[in-house]
Nanobody, 115 residues
Framework: QVQLVESGGGLVQPGGSLRLSCAAS????????MGWYRQAPGKERELVAA???????NYADSVKGRFTISRDNAKNTMYLRMDNLKPEDTAVYYC?????????WGQGTQITVSS
């Protein structure tokens, strides 16, 4: 059974930092492209950052220089380090795994950036 479990969300002040984790199970993690998406109220889900199975990384322009994605294939876990958080980063953040037609999602974790 495929599972993607996000953790590390919460409330943070503007300028603060958080680290999200996505623990994966039920599939061969190292073979999948992994990504973080987010969805703010009233908006469509958007890609935040992604890392392929070959460790090719891309970021949304809005988070470049502030967020860092990484993966640990030995631990079947993906991370998102978020620095200098802004109120516009407030959203539910989702973990995603893709390979071919396979496309898996986590349940999401809320991040609220507010003073």
């Amino acid at each position: 059974q495929v599972q993607l479990v996000e953790s590390g969300g919460g409330l943070v002040q503007p300028g603060g930092s958080l680290r999200l984790s996505c623990a994966a199970s039920g599939f061969t993690f190292s073979r999948y492209a992994m990504g973080w998406y987010r969805q703010a109220p009233g908006k469509e889900r958007e890609l935040v950052a992604a890392v392929t199975s070959a460790d090719v990384i891309n970021y949304a322009d809005s988070v470049k220089g502030r967020f860092t994605i990484s993966r640990d294939n030995a631990k079947n876990t993906m991370y998102l380090r978020m620095d200098n958080l802004k109120p516009e980063d407030t959203a539910v953040y989702y973990c995603n795994a893709k390979r071919g037609v396979a496309n898996f999602w986590g349940q999401g974790t809320q991040i609220t950036v507010s003073s």
